[in-house]
């Protein structure tokens, strides 16, 4: 009896080498990489006018102006800059959650 190790016979055990450099969406680096500078720029720039819209409260307000409108105004390109930004640098690291949530968005 010969001894052929574990499993059934003609069975080779997996190597443990990492697998090779040849992945099926390294072509998409460079749209990656566009999308998330795009990304990151679009939300720097609406993080600074979520940051000088409580300025505009110093500016004379029209009767009727409800100043719980600005601070939600302020606090939505808040939200929306920190998304965006994010975005983008898991875009920029090719990350495997930023293609579902950019189609979900």
């Given at each position: ?19 090779g450099t040849d992945l099926p969406f ?65 875009a920029i690291q090719m990350r495997r ?9």
């Open positions: 009896m010969t001894d052929q190790g574990f499993g059934p016979p003609g069975w080779q055990p997996l190597g443990y080498e990492s697998p390294k072509k998409w680096r460079t749209g990656s990489t566009v999308f998330g500078t795009i990304a990151i720029v679009i939300g720097a720039s609406s993080g600074c006018l979520g940051l000088f819209i409580p300025l505009a409260m110093l500016a004379p307000q029209p009767r009727g102006q409800n100043p719980g409108t600005m601070v939600s105004g302020t606090l939505l390109y808040l939200v929306v800059a920190g998304s965006l930004i994010w975005l983008g640098i898991g959650w930023v293609r579902p949530l950019v189609l979900t968005l």
